[in-house]
C-alpha cells in the first residue's frame, strides 16, 4: 500500500489512466436483458479468448517452486499463440523485486467485502510478454516476508480470490475462462460458481482448476464458513469434506473441467496412496478431470545462450559441458576428476522428494568412483543429514543448503547425471530441465516424472520405491557413462527432447476451446 498511497504513483497513473482511479461500484446483481445481451458479445465476439490466471506466484516477479514458473511461462506461451488474451492476477507481496514494482502501473482501489471484513484492495498492473499481470495490493495481508505459512493464510487468500472477482467490472474484463490454480486460488472458482453465478456479467465465465500439488488442500474448521469465508449455508456441501472445510474439494465441485500438470498424475490421484485423502473426490468428478504435462521455459533454460554457466555448449557440441564441470568441481571443493561422474539433486529436501531412498543407500553408493552435488533447502532432519555427509566425505559430496538459482544452472550444466527418485511427482520441472542442459536423469515411474523421462531415450528409471532398486538403476547409469560413445548419443537424444511449452500449449487451447463449447 506504501506505493498505492504514494502521491507520486497515483499521479503517474493518472496521467496514463485517468479513467481509472475512480472506484466504480461493484456491478448490481439485476440486469436488463439488453445488458446481458452487451455482455455476451463482449464476451463472446472478439477473435481472442479471454484467460485469466488466478494463482499465488509467479515468474518473474515472486516464485517459492514450479507454480510460478509455470503460470509465467505457460501465460507467456499462450499469449504468443496470438489467439489468446491473457491476464494473470497475484498478490503484491512485498518480496516481489523491486526493479519490478517499480514499474508497475497503479490502476486504482476498491474496498472488498468479506463477511464482516471490508478491506482495501490496490489495483496494479504490468505487461509483459504480450501478458497483463494484476497485483493485488493489501498491505495488512501481503507485507509480510515471503508468501505462505502464516496463521491467516486461509484468510489472506480468501481476501485474494474475493478481491479477482470484485476487480472484474472495475477492469471491465470478464474472461471465458477463469483458470485457477491450486488451493490458494480455490475460493475464486468457488466464489464464482455460488455468490456471483447470478450477477449477469459472471454468468459466462467458465471455471478451470489445476492441481500443481494435491497434497496442500487448504483444510479449515467448518466454524469458519461464514465468518471467514462468507460462504452461504446452502452452499456448505460444496466445501464440506470429512467435516472441516477442504477449498480444494470446493473447486473441483465448482469447477466445469479441473486438471493436474501430468497425465499420469490424473491418473494417479484417483488412488489413496497419492491422493492426500481426496482420491474419493477425484474419484466422483473424474468425468471432467485431465492431466497436460507442463513444459519449461525453453529460451530461459539454453545451455547456448545461459550467462550463469561457466561455459556455453549446445546439443551438437558439447565439449564445454566439461569446462562447466571443471569449475563445478572448483567451486564446491571437490577433486577435479573429468571421469569422476558426477550424480546431482536440486530439490526441496522434503520426504515426497524421495530423500528417504537417498538416506538410506547413499553411504553405500558412496564408496563407488562418484560425486554427488545436493542443492537446496527443507527439512531440518534431511539438511543435518547432508551437511553431515559432506564433512565426512569431503572429495566425494557437497551439500550446498541454500536457494540459489545461479548454482542450479551451474550444477544442471556441470554435473552428469540428475537425480529425482520422488516417491509423488505432480510433473516435476528440474528433470526437464537437466535434459536440456544433456545431464541425464534416474526417475522413479511416478507422475511427470514416468510421463517425461522413457529408459533407453532420454534417461534411466524404476518403478517400485525401493531404496536399492534406485541404487541398482544408478550404479547402471554410473557403468554406462564410462562407454564414452553411447553416453554421448544418449546426451545428444536428451538434450533434444522437446520440453517446450509448444505443445502443451495446445492442450490447453483445446481444453479452453473445450470448455467454451
Ligand atoms: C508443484 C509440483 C511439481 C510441479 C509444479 C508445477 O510444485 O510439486 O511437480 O512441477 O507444481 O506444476
Redesign the pocket.
Known sequence: MAEAKSTKTKKAATATKSTKTSVKPAAPRKKSTATTKAVEAINHNQDKKKILFVASESTPFIAT???A??IGSLSKSLAATGKFDVRVVIPLYSDIKKEYRDKFNYLGNLYVHLAWRNQYCGIFEYVQDGVTFYFIDNEFYFKRPGCYGYFDDGERFAFFSRSVLEILPFLNFYPDVMHCH?WQAALAAIYLKTNYCFRPEYQFIRALF?I??I?YQGWYSLDLLGDLFDIYGTYQHLVEYKNSINLMKGAIECCEKFST??PK?ADEIKNPYYAHGLDPIIKKNEFKLCGIL?GIDADGYNPIKDTHLYANYSAEDFSNKAVCKMNLQQQLGLPQKPDTPIISMVTRLVS?KGLDLVTAVIEEFLQDDIQVVILGTGDAHYEGFFTDLARRYPDKLSANIVFNGDLSRKIYSGSDIFLMP?KS?????SQMIACRYGTIPVVRET??LYDSIKPQQNGYTFTNYNAHDMLYVLRQAVSDYKNKEEWAKLMYRTARSDFSWNRSALDYESLYLDMLK
Request: charged content about 15%.
Open positions: 517452486g514450479g507454480l514458473e509455470v491450486d489445476t500443481h500439488n497434497e500438470v501430468s498424475y507442463n515426497h520422488s511427482e505432480p510433473c516435476g520441472l507422475g511427470g
